[in-house]
């Protein structure tokens, strides 16, 4: 088994080349194995070029943040439900009314998770 950039570009060439992806990718004039490479690239270049591979025992749950520039079966953000039940733990012990408390929870995943307020 190769690095874990080798894989993840070995994963999203399998998912840019699934026909639907095609016929965007298509548009933007690209290729799946440019599109892969590219965002490898982007993905190392956020990370620093550090990762670390990770196994994980099922069941888990993902969640997924979606926002205005994501399609309908994409999603640029993915992360371990335990992280959401950690913060929301965090905020248990503190009054807030439900509307300030998921606005508050947003606000902290959203900074642990580098995701843009749009």
């Not at 670390?52 to 943040?65: D, T, Y």
Request: proline share 3%.
């Amino acid at each position: 088994m190769g690095t874990v950039w080798d894989q993840l570009e070995a994963d999203c060439l399998r998912i840019f080349s699934l026909p639907h992806n095609v016929i965007e990718l298509e548009r933007k004039r690209t290729t799946p194995v440019e599109a892969a490479r590219a965002k490898v690239g982007e993905v190392k270049s956020g990370l620093g070029g550090v990762a670390n591979r990770r196994e994980f025992l099922g069941p888990r749950l993902f969640l997924r943040v979606a926002g205005p520039g994501n399609r309908a079966y994409s999603g640029e953000w993915w992360f371990d439900a335990d992280l959401f039940h950690r913060v929301e733990a965090a905020y248990a012990r503190i009054y807030f009314q439900t509307v300030d408390k998921k606005g508050a929870i947003r606000d902290m995943l959203r900074e642990l998770l580098a995701i843009t307020t749009e």
